[in-house]
């Protein structure tokens, strides 16, 4: 293959060219703390949460996956919107999350049970080392943008995380971003 360029938008998050998923609240309801209050938004409507939009490389070991994401700002009940989060199938490999725009939270957790949260403003290039799950969450007003890199041969597992959800849930309280505990968490 090729040498080639991607243009990142830096503002909008677009990725050209890209191939878009979007994730609506119907898709990752089950993901909230308050499944009351996802409900009564979908009974309104089924807003966007988030899209990731990812450069066209091969799934094969060797090459360096990356993609943009965008996570719009909004809440569902006292929780802020996130992605699904995941660890990767091939547990032994790492990330790169450098954000672009806006103001977020990446929840980590690893295989050993281990938390973690991490601030992401534009500038930080935060380091996912392997073995560690990621859940990156919207805590400001704007749109949250930010370009992962991945070992391409890594691989999803949504799975576990929606099974166990993470120990802590980042929720705002009388105006403040707060971290506390999951009561759902199983595990
Ligand atoms: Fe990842």
């Known amino acids: 293959m090729k040498p080639f360029n991607v243009e990142v938008n830096f503002q909008t998050g677009d990725l050209t060219p890209g191939k878009k998923i979007d ?7 089950n993901m909230f703390f308050d499944q009351a209050a996802a409900d009564a938004i979908l009974q309104r ?12 490389v091969p799934e094969a070991k060797g090459h360096l996956g990356n993609c943009t994401t965008i996570i719009y700002p909004g809440k569902v009940g006292r929780e ?12 032994g490999t790492a990330e790169i999350y450098f954000c672009l725009q806006g103001k977020g939270k990446l929840l980590l957790e690893s295989t050993d049970g281990e938390w973690a949260i991490l ?7 935060s380091y996912i080392p392997p073995y560690w799950s990621h859940r990156t969450i919207n805590v400001g007003q704007e749109k949250l ?5 991945f070992p391409a041969d890594a691989g999803h597992d949504y799975g576990t995380i929606e099974e166990i959800g993470y120990p802590k849930l980042v929720v705002e309280e009388n105006g403040q971003i ?10």
């Open 23 to 29: 994730r609506y609240l119907s898709g990752v309801k």
């Open 45 to 56: 409507e089924d807003p966007l949460i988030y899209q990731v939009i990812y450069a066209d």
């Open 80 to 91: 802020f919107y996130f992605t699904k989060g995941h660890f990767h199938e091939e547990r």
């Open 119 to 125: 601030d992401m403003y534009p500038g930080t290039a």
């Open 145 to 149: 943008i930010f370009y992962c890199v």
């Open 178 to 187: 707060m971290v506390v505990d999951n009561p759902k968490r199983r595990k």
